[in-house]
């Protein structure tokens, strides 16, 4: 199961932290995603993360702005989002990725960027 | 950057008969393990998205038998052998062969 948290409203040039609780399989063992859902639109990657070291991809819109990190210590993932556009106002879910997909995926949370 | 393109985008379907749809990729997606990394899923009203289909025609713990994914290289087709009342919804294809991970456009099943 994965449990997001951290969304709100923010302003334009804002920060915000997300966070991702996970449990049921051991967290460790998996690369973990973040995807998100603008109003009304469809689905686009955000960043993807490696088992045990904070090093993570992203699509080029974020990159810079946005830092995917981990602590399997606490079977967390995060999304810190600085320098938020308006154009980063959407649902976002954790997801956990496996053998070239996401197979498990979280209820979102969501991110309204407005002044 | 690989582009996924569906289609349709709307698919208005009676219970109890077939629906297809259609998904291409820019360029193939054959693993070097000779899978194709092309997943389906699907997103219900109000809920988040859930894998269907993952590696081109693999179905996920759960996913009933009426759903299916074929194709190869750069087209692949979800087939639905007969449509049910909670199979509505948008569905999408993914591609995670190469970064970034990319999704179709979404195709929109509704019951006629």
């Known amino acids: 199961q994965l449990v997001e948290s951290g969304g709100g409203s923010v302003q334009p040039g804002g920060s915000l932290r997300l966070s991702c609780a996970a449990s049921?399989?051991?967290?460790?063992?998996?690369?973990m995603g973040w995807v998100r859902q603008a109003p009304g639109k469809g689905l686009e990657w955000v960043a993807n993360?490696?088992?045990?070291?904070?090093?993570?991809y992203y699509v080029d819109s974020v990159k810079g702005r946005f830092t995917i990190s981990r602590d399997n210590g606490k079977n967390s993932l995060y999304l810190q989002m600085s320098g938020l556009r308006a154009e980063d106002t959407a649902i976002y879910y954790c997801a956990r990725a496996y053998s070239g997909t996401f197979d498990i995926w979280g209820q979102g949370t969501m991110v309204t960027v407005s002044s | 950057d690989i582009l996924m393109t569906q289609s349709p985008l709307s698919l208005p379907v009676t219970p109890g008969e077939p629906a297809s749809i259609s998904c291409s990729s820019s360029?193939?997606?054959?693993?070097?393990?000779?899978?194709?990394?092309l997943n389906w899923y699907l997103q219900k009203p109000g809920q988040s998205p859930q894998l269907l289909i993952f590696?081109?025609?693999n179905r996920a713990s759960g996913v009933p038998a009426r759903f299916s994914g074929s194709g190869s290289g750069s087209n692949f087709t979800l087939k639905i052998s007969r449509v049910e009342a909670e199979d509505v919804g948008v569905y999408y294809c993914?591609?995670?062969?190469?970064?970034?991970?990319?999704f179709g456009q979404g195709t929109r099943l509704e019951i006629k």
């Open positions: 993360i490696k088992l045990g070291v904070n090093d993570g």
């Open positions: 993914m591609q995670a062969l190469q970064s970034p991970i990319t």
């Open positions: 360029q193939s997606l054959l693993r070097s393990d000779g899978h194709n990394n």
């Open positions: 590696l081109l025609s």
């Open positions: 049921g399989f051991i967290f460790s063992n998996y690369w």
